[in-house]
């Protein structure tokens, strides 16, 4: 797949997404959300589907140029996908706790394995 189609499937993915949300967001407040008091105005909403749609294409961009989905379903997988791609990425628990002032605890001493149990087969032997 060329990266131009990975691109058109990402949007789509990502389009149908906002798609869903903004149709539940319309049945919540019974209105388009920029014309309630309190909702999102707008412009503010442009900025973040435009952002949500750039996050789609980006990704399913790198993924579909790279083999790592493959065919449009997987591209587009991945643009609906792609915030919560990226907060995995880039370990959003880890940004948490210094957003918080918090210092990561340092990993503990590691457990020697335990020596396996010796199981005794159907012939009697031990393994």
């Not at 993915?13 to 049945?27: C, F, S, Y």
């Not at 959003?92 to 990561?104: D, I, S, V, Y």
Request: net charge neutral; charged share 15%; proline share 7%.
């Amino acid at each position: 797949m060329s990266v131009w189609m990975a691109c058109v499937w990402g949007l789509l993915g990502a389009g149908a997404l906002e798609a869903h949300q903004l149709r539940g967001d319309i049945a919540r407040v019974r209105n388009l959300p920029w014309r309630v008091r309190g909702e999102l105005p707008l412009g503010a909403y442009f900025t973040a589907l435009a952002l949500r749609l750039a996050l789609g294409v980006g990704l399913a961009a790198g993924f579909g140029a790279s083999g790592q989905a493959g065919g449009p379903v997987g591209v587009m997988a991945v643009g609906i996908a792609a915030p919560k791609v990226l907060e995995q990425l880039a370990g959003r628990k880890l940004a948490e706790l210094q957003a918080a002032g918090e210092e990561p605890s340092a990993p503990g001493p590691v457990a020697e394995p335990a020596a396996p149990t010796e199981v005794e087969g159907a012939t009697g032997e031990r393994n």
